[in-house]
């Protein structure tokens, strides 16, 4: 399997010259100089090698940990909302839809892992019908979260995520990191998060876990 299939799973108009030159200044994320030797090794090994640049994009959905797919395409072909910079000579296309997500991230390789993205945003909350997430109480648990409940999950490699609540008291939340697949995630959401939350606002009794703990095969990878 190839540093690429591990990590996972196009490219750029006519224009994207012009416009890459316009941006080279602002990079979109950071390539180590271990990562951009393994990803120019791997990229030689294709045929017309010069006419491919790498594609990243995330292949998970709102609320899950960020899963990757990484792959080569011809950057001449790219979709004109894909943005792409060049790295010392490599081409990076990142999706449009993909762009907020993906800012600041920094892609690294080493001999045990092989190619790892190290992340530092956090996955979109999924859309969840019927539940409410942008009036006064959401925006109380929304500042609860961010100012208590998540760092001190943050010892713990872990956060939650907001997505609305019921009206009847029930705030619906997701869970990733280091507690998306910990076995100790189902006890720290119940007995830690909603502790906190149904102590400190009138509005919320119960928590419900809206994570899907069992895709958790590595969860302090993000």
């Known amino acids: 399997m190839s540093p690429l299939e591990a990590l996972t799973s196009s490219a750029t108009s006519p224009l994207a010259g012009a416009r890459d030159s316009a941006a080279a ?3 979109i994320i950071t390539i180590t100089p271990a990562a951009h030797a393994e990803l120019v090794k791997l990229r030689d090994e294709e045929p017309d090698a010069d006419k491919f640049g790498l594609r990243l994009a995330l292949a998970s959905a709102p609320g899950e940990d960020f899963r990757y797919d990484l792959s080569f395409d011809e950057y001449l072909t790219a979709a004109f909302t894909d943005e792409v910079r060049t790295h010392d000579g490599l081409k990076v296309i990142i ?3 993909d762009l907020e997500l993906l800012q600041g991230a920094t892609l690294d390789y080493n001999d045990n892992q092989g190619l790892v993205i190290r992340n530092p945003n956090r996955p979109a909350a999924p859309s969840v019908e019927g539940l409410t997430s942008d009036d ?5 648990i929304e ?5 208590e409940v998540n760092p001190a999950l943050a010892a713990h490699g872990g956060f939650v995520s907001y997505v609305g609540h019921d009206g009847e008291g029930t705030a619906y939340l ?3 990191g280091g507690c998306h697949g910990c076995s100790m995630s189902k006890m720290t959401m119940l007995d830690g998060v909603q502790t906190m939350l149904s102590e400190a606002i009138e509005g919320v009794q119960r928590v419900k876990d809206l994570t899907d703990h069992a895709t958790g095969e590595n969860p302090f990878y993000s």
Do not use: F, H, Q, Y
């Open 174 to 176: 997701t869970m990733g």
């Open 143 to 147: 500042a609860m979260i961010t100012g």
């Open 95 to 97: 999706p449009g839809n």
């Open 25 to 27: 200044s602002e990079p």
């Open 136 to 140: 006064a109480l959401s925006a109380e």
